[in-house]
């Protein structure tokens, strides 16, 4: 999935309100965070995960590796919070984040 900058900036501009949803640990990114982020992207569409750790460099290996696990967009990344989204089917309508085409 690719969008443009504009609609990663209305992404992003939904995801200041939200509180992080799944915090990683000192145990880093295991198999039951990886389950949590994916239960998590199936109810709410647009999540927030809190690291740990002040590594800026283990942050930006685990977004990846996040992104790519679970088939998620990484939407943004500042300080210890990580920002994902991706379209789900058991969203309700009413609840279904709609990204502009521009």
């Known amino acids: 999935m690719q969008l443009n900058s504009k609609q990663i900036a209305h992404l992003r501009g939904l995801a200041h309100t939200l509180n992080p949803v799944v915090m990683i640990g ?6 039951a965070v990886l389950k949590e982020i994916d239960l998590n992207l199936n109810a709410h569409e647009l999540i927030k995960v809190q690291v740990s750790g002040d590594d800026r460099a283990l942050r930006k290996s685990i977004l990846d590796e996040i992104a790519s696990k679970v088939n998620a967009l990484a939407v943004h990344h500042i300080g210890k919070q990580l920002v994902f989204y991706r379209a789900s089917d058991t969203v309700k309508a009413s609840a279904k984040i ?3 085409k521009i």
């Open 26 to 31: 000192n145990n880093g990114l295991t198999e």
């Open 98 to 100: 709609v990204i502009p």
